[in-house]
């Protein structure tokens, strides 16, 4: 189904521009963009914007009226065509769009003389003269979601004009499985980190931007904030590097231990201090209910149902009151190896970099040293698990058989936890890459239901939780969308 064309004032030059700079950021390889409207509409400038803000503002970018077709290499190819002068459609034969049709961005000006060689389900943007400016019309073809992606932009694009960084050369950073979006900008040899958060998702830039302050005013090193236009959800960050634990691990194994008694001593410093005012703090029944995807998706999705749910919950949240629900401190909630960063270059606990942190709340002292050690996506020594679970409960004077069972307690619920999202992404999100890490994830859950504290939900989860099925949960990817 075609979506509602999107009609946008462009009252000046620079409003032009920064549509143009906006659609760049979401084209790929084979879209194909009809660019419509009366000579001086700003078809041209508009393409010239978009040209730019992928091949550089360096880029030369003469207007094709002459030479037809005017060609960009790189991945993907960037193909620009003016067929104004084409008297007959059979000239567009001639010039190869069909075959770039296929494997190239395409802007084509005068798009009516394509005739029988139009694309199939192109971009149509249609520019007309408006009061003193422009208005574009854009009908989006059969693309879900392309008119939210060009608004994110949009608005990510006018907030790097206020902030002076629109000329900025960019690279995508990858994300996991949050809505967020980063890029990488590299200006007269500054660099920054943009962040798109959508405000209307549960990982919102204001908290980002709240916990952000509060952790740089305990010495801690969470990126600096350029420019904050967090209500509309884009933050301008400083680039603490690429430096992950993973990644200086993997160069220099030697340096494993000296990193997580790092992260650990930047856990101990943290909880020692006064938590940041109004964090969510949720109940052992909040955290059981949580872990609960366990049965709505992952039992779902290998026997078929979510019979045993009450009784899980019940149990889970018994455990957790029993051995996980004293005086609360200020947990970060996915604090492991790939959001930490390691920076020699500073002294003490500033070597630790700090990322995805906007989810913060009040939790069990535990909680981020579980997320810390039984990583999802990484196995750490289980020697080294050993000394930094003594290291961590000696520092804070926690009774170790005590601290062993609210360990034990924590470390069930969030591998439940986990092991139920990582289903749900693959079966409603239609991304089974995560299912690779659930033998991981399984594993630590039995690892944590061996103790002796917590025998009535390893009897409870053992009635209700298979070993993980990957190849049937694999073959209902998206079943659920």
Known sequence: MEAQPLTLDLPTEADTALLGRALAQILQAGDCVLLQGPIGAGKSHLARALIRALR???????????????????????WHADLYRLTHPDEVHELGLEDAFGTAICLIEWPDRLGSARPDNPITLTLSH?????????????????????????????????????????TPLNVDASTRRYQRLSRNGQKA????????????????AKVDRHLRNLGLSAPQIFANDAEHGYLLLEDLGDALFPAVI??????????????????????????????????AQNWAEA???AVDWYRRGIVGNTDGRADFVSILAKTLRDHADGPRVMTLRDYHAENLLWLPER?????????????????????????????????V??????????????????????????????????????????????????????LAMMPRIWAYVQRNLSHPALADLRKVCADLLPPPDLAKLEAQCSVFR
């Open 250 to 283: 993997a160069a220099g194994p030697h340096l494993e231990p000296q990193l997580y008694r790092a992260a650990t001593d930047v856990l101990l410093h943290l909880q020692s201090q006064p938590a940041l005012p109004d964090l969510p703090d949720l109940s």
């Open 347 to 379: 002294e003490g606990l500033a070597r630790v970099g700090l990322l995805d942190f906007q989810l913060a709340q009040m939790g069990q002292p535990g909680y981020d040293l579980v997320s810390l050690l039984q990583d999802a996506r990484r196995d």
């Open 193 to 208: 980190i943009l962040m798109d958060a959508p405000p209307d998702q549960v990982d919102k830039a204001t908290d980002f």
């Open 291 to 293: 872990a609960a995807v």
């Open 130 to 170: 408006w009061d003193e400016g422009r208005r574009a019309v854009i009908s989006f073809g059969t693309r879900p979601g392309f008119e939210f992606q060009l608004q994110r932009h949009l608005g990510a694009e006018a907030f790097l004009t206020a902030s002076n960084w629109q000329s900025a050369a960019r």
């Open 56 to 78: 550089g503002e360096a880029e030369e970018v003469p207007s094709p009226t002459f030479t037809l077709v005017q060609t960009y290499p790189g991945n993907p190819d960037i």
């Open 381 to 434: 020594p289980l020697a080294l698990e050993a000394t930094m679970v003594a290291h961590f409960a000696k520092a804070t004077q926690i009774d170790p058989e005590e601290f062993s069972a609210a360990y034990a307690a924590l470390g069930a619920q969030r591998a439940l936890r986990i092991l139920g999202i990582f289903a749900r992404l693959c079966l409603e999100g239609g991304k089974p890459r995560y």
